[in-house]
């Protein structure tokens, strides 16, 4: 019996938009994956006075995005942890959940990979799991190349149409009273306009 694939898709999705659901579509495609575990980011405490949206609604937001989808499901597991989660933790707890059988995906954009290095024990972290890098407008991924070479044989490219959206611009655009529809799911659109988020 094949062992089972796992995706993991972390972000503060502050919104959740169509970059995301359509890199982890691709990864779940390109890697055969059995699932998709969307992990929203626990509120940092550093960011406790920043105009970040609470967790939970984070969360509810992809539970609306993903609700049409069958291979994608939302873990609570960073939400439901108080202050910072790091990647390397996350992945040992759904690494265990799974009684280490899984082989498991960490599907990135090109920007968060490039970034690596600054995670917290990315040996370790690599040593876990492969890392997918969707292409990202703006983000070049041929810097893949200055990663050490063990690193950089735990990291497969992934080739999307590039989709130019981000949850800063989604931000910017309901604080302008710009439209956003069609950059996201329309149930996410909904709620971002009933609870008034982004507007300051
Ligand atoms: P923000 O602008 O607030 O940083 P974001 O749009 O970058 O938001 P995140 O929640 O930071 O979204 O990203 C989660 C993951 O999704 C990261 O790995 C990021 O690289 C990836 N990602 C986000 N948007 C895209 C996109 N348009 N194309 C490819 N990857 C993306
Ligand atoms: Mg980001």
């Not at 990315?122 to 990663?147: I, N, Q, W």
Request: net charge negative.
């Amino acid at each position: 019996m094949s062992r089972t694939r796992i995706g993991i898709m972390g972000g503060t999705f502050d919104p959740i938009h169509y970059g995301h659901l359509v890199i982890a579509e691709a990864a779940w495609y390109t890697f055969s994956l059995d699932k998709v575990i969307f992990i929203p980011a626990g509120s940092p405490p550093h960011k406790r006075n920043s105009h970040s949206t609470a967790a939970p609604a984070r969360a509810e937001m992809v539970a609306l995005a993903i609700a049409s989808n069958q291979h994608f499901d939302l873990s609570l597991i960073e939400v439901e942890r108080s202050g910072f989660s790091y990647s390397v933790d996350t992945v040992a707890a759904i690494a265990q959940e799974y009684h280490n059988e899984a082989d498991i995906y960490f599907i990135t954009g090109a920007d968060a990979v490039l970034d690596i290095g600054t995670w917290r024990q990315p040996e370790r972290l690599l040593s876990m799991c492969r890392f997918v890098a969707a292409t990202r407008p703006g983000f070049d991924l041929a810097k893949l190349e200055k990663l050490p070479a063990p690193w950089r044989n735990k990291i497969d490219v992934m080739e999307i149409p590039g989709l130019d959206i981000s949850s800063t611009d989604i931000r910017f655009r309901v604080q302008e009273e710009r439209p956003i529809k069609y950059l996201l799911p329309e149930a996410v659109e909904e709620y971002i306009y009933k609870y008034r988020l982004y507007r300051q």
